[in-house]
């Protein structure tokens, strides 16, 4: 047992070094803020199947430098978080994911990931699938037609001065959608939601915690008594269940993957840092708000 707990010691030590070790990027906030506030465009999901990791290092660097404002520094990948992308790979498909599910078909749609690699700024994003109706839509309808899988967000607002940033995601619009295609009469999306902060730590934030007041009309399934090392990375893992395996974000994080919408409006704050807070009392070096409407 002491073994164990020494072993498990050591590697959240190795990893807290690694996460400071390898900082690649410095954001332009608080003291060293460029700008009061800035409002973000976001780029909309694409297919990224099959692309070298040239190219999707050049998307993700012209995305994060599209807004220099931001930046301390020039723009880097971290490598931690984005070096275990592998070249030519396929990703998870949105369609794959609300339709078909693992296997040679997981990859069909855009890539479920790409709104986080497309928009380097959205430090937390709702990587959620919504399931498209079986009864309702055919193989032959996905061909021709693309139907809504995800709550769309917008509205993605800076305030480098002040370390704190939103951004709004468009639950009732999905809804409504879903009932203009279908014919629903009604239609609410129900079920777990997923957070994904991936974006966080690329650019330099290694520590997070959800403070209990800052969730209004969401449930915290797991709630966090302390801060937390920052999980998330993007790799090459075998879940999508394709030949050769699919790039993906990892790993599942049981405290980010368990969020209940309640009903709108709702918000869920994401406080940051860099260092590990030690006292429970630093403020922290960023705070990032997601909304729902």
Not at 93 to 99: I, K, L, P, T
Not at 113 to 141: G, R
Request: hydrophobic share 35%; charged share 20%.
């Amino acid at each position: 047992m002491f073994r164990r707990k020494l072993f498990l010691l050591t590697a959240t030590l190795l990893l807290a070094i690694s996460h400071a070790a390898h900082a690649a990027n410095e954001l332009a906030i608080g003291p060293k803020a460029k700008v009061r506030t800035i409002e973000l465009s976001i780029n909309p999901p694409r297919d990224l199947n099959f692309k070298t990791k040239l190219e999707l290092s050049d998307l993700r660097y012209r995305a994060a430098m599209k807004y220099p404002q931001l930046l301390h520094k020039k723009y880097v990948p971290d490598t931690p978080t984005l070096g275990q992308l592998e070249d030519k790979k396929p990703w998870w498909g949105d369609v794959g994911r609300a339709y078909y599910g693992e296997g040679q078909n997981s990859i069909r749609g855009d890539s479920v990931q790409s709104t986080n690699l497309l928009n380097p700024f959205l430090l937390v994003s709702d990587v959620t699938i919504a399931p498209l109706p079986k009864d309702k839509v055919s193989e032959q309808d996905l061909a021709h037609k693309k139907y809504p899988t995800a709550v769309k967000p917008s509205h993605l607002i800076w305030y480098p001065q002040a370390r704190t940033a939103e951004v709004t995601y468009e639950k009732t619009l999905y809804e409504k959608e879903m009932c203009e295609i279908f014919k629903y009469p009604r239609y609410t999306l129900y079920g777990q939601t997923a957070l994904s902060i991936v974006n966080a730590r690329d650019l330099g934030f290694n520590y997070v915690y959800i403070p209990p007041t800052f969730a209004t009309n969401i449930h915290i399934g797991s709630p966090m008594k302390t801060a937390k090392l920052i999980p998330h990375f993007m790799h090459c893992g075998t879940a999508c269940g394709y030949p050769g395996g699919c790039n993906n974000l990892s790993p599942a994080t049981d405290w980010l993957d368990n969020f209940v919408i309640e009903r709108v409006p709702a918000r869920i704050g994401f406080s940051f840092w860099i260092d590990p807070p030690t006292t429970g009392k630093e403020p922290p070096d960023m705070t990032f708000i997601v909304n729902y409407r």
